[in-house]
């Protein structure tokens, strides 16, 4: 007689859907709520036939809903087809029918997929026969939607089942599947923070999130991927959601294999693989000294605690995380006999915490070399004095800028100064206080970046190289990259530019007011007006100390709006710019000096100042 091996049992997937059909009648009836019986009484509301298609062509926009309920209902799914890992009775009596493992395994994951996929399937066909009986199938917008919906049911699902064979607790199943979903992202965003109370110059914001937390952290992954820019005509990256349909089969497959070797008596543990208990206590142990330590300073209300107070806090939280942790799995109270794991625990993090202090692998003192750059995409300083085209001196890959060498070795320069800046002088209060943001991009396909926040600088450091205050000085005088700051390398559409003044007092009544829209033939005279005195460093400059901008600017700022000219924009838009005389406008504007000449003389000729006052900042 021959012999087969079977994978699959029909009477236990047959089971299952009858038996928990409360769960896929639920999320079926959602669907249905949601598309077919909603474009049923779009139709009962005699929309036309043109408001019908639209509709129909946008079944697809329901994908962002479709996430959160996939995540809910693939959790779910894997609750009900294998809850009877969760009771040892149930457990021990399924394992007792003469049927594989495998067998098992892949009726009830079948059936649990069925509750996803087969909802998505009947919604499908009863809305294309919706759609088809008024006239308006829409095939390819339906089809994306089922594809797309059943992509993210197949990971959620296949995530919730792989979490699940680690695990003997129905209680801890939800939990280890909310956690694990952010998980990566948690540790990223705690991490970060802890190294950077220890190494200069690692703020937050000089790590990148990098991919593995982007792929790690699914529900923004997702998010991000089915939004839909324009020009896009279903989701901005499709692949995404194939890949992870992927690593939902992969993850079936390992969730086979730890179902193999899962023994069966472990059913209400919250750990019932031997392999996960260390990796768990570790898990909650860290995760708690992290969160702890966060959540009572923040009581506290101290948001600068020093190092030692920081460590020790870690360390403390981290072993109460750690007995907590061996409490559940030993399901008992008397675990502090085993303090020599939480000892070890405590070890590790305080030599962690000191190789930061130490910096032991260089971060601060890393300067990447001229030579070794390719160009800095991105840099920034911030907190000098406000003068109406902003408070910062910004550097970016679209200046055209940023692989100039010369340029380059003042920024390296400034670099070299923020990361020699003595320990003692970081947290004092000097003359003014600035932030720096650096981006490299190097030669060598790397990257480097470092964020340093709350930098004192002193009006007495001016002069004296290698400081901080005379770094900036250097990056100041940068009329280039100050043209492009302000937005005067910009070449304005003549016949659409005009210009008005903004806080200027009106001599008439003596309170503040606007001049309005100059003319044209003003606003053109201004425009070269400012580029004249522009070039010759009266006008468009950013002060590091608020007390020398006081002594030389007004209070007045001048505004220069144009539009591009219509022709230049897409036909469907010319109608909306010519109906609004600001749409799509572009703006520049600063500060008036009492040294920009050839402005000061265009308004005086043209009038504007007979009738309005300029005041002094």
Known sequence: MRSGTSFFDFTIFNKNIQRYWPLWGAYLFIWLLILPINLMFLNRRLWSTQDMLE??????????????????????AAMMVFGYLYNSRAACMTHALPLRRETLFWSSYLAGLAFLIGPHLLTALITLGIESLRGVAAPESLGVWLLGQSAMCLFFYSFAVFCGMFTGNALALPIFYGILNFLVWYLRET??????????????????????????????????????????TYMNRPEVLAIYAAAGAVLTVLALLVYRRRHMESAGDVVAVRVGRPVFQSGVAISTGLLGTILLYIFWGVSNPSNVSLVVGVILWSVAGYFAATMLLDKTFRVFHKWKGAAGLAVVI????????????????????????????????????????GNSLDLDEYSGLSTDSERLEK??????????????????????TISVNLDYSLRSGG???????????????????????????????????????????????????????ENVVDAKTGSYASTGALDSVTSRRLWEAVQQDFDEGTIGIRYLFSEEASANQYEARIYFYWRDPSEDLPAHERAAAAADPYYKTHQINLLLTRQASHTLAVLEESGVLDAYRLEEN
């Not at 790590?207 to 991000?224: A, E, F, K, Y």
């Open 55 to 76: 509709a129909a062509q946008t079944v697809h926009e329901t994908l962002p809903l479709g996430l959160y309920m996939a995540f809910v209902f693939g959790l779910g």
């Open 191 to 232: 991490i970060v923070s802890y190294v950077a109370q220890f190494l200069h110059g690692m703020g937050y914001g000089a790590w990148d999130r990098g991919i593995l937390v982007q792929w790690c952290t699914p529900m923004h992954n997702l998010s991000g991927a089915l939004q839909r820019d324009r020009g896009v």
């Open 350 to 389: 305080l030599l962690f915490s000191l190789a930061l202090e130490f910096d032991v692998l260089g971060f601060e003192r890393r300067v990447p070399k001229v030579e070794e750059i390719q160009s800095v995409p991105f840099s920034s300083i911030s907190g000098l004095n406000f003068d109406g085209g």
């Open 411 to 432: 920024i390296t320069a400034l670099h070299h100064a923020l990361a020699n800046l003595p320990e003692d002088q970081r947290d004092r209060l000097g003359d003014n």
């Open 447 to 501: 990257s480097l970046i470092r964020r340093y926040y709350s930098v004192p600088v002193w009006k007495a450091d001016r002069d004296v190289p290698g400081t901080v205050t005379y770094c900036v000085e250097q990056l100041l005088q940068d009329r280039e990259l100050l043209r492009y700051n302000y937005g005067l390398n910009q070449q304005p559409d003549a016949g659409t530019m005009w210009a008005a003044l």
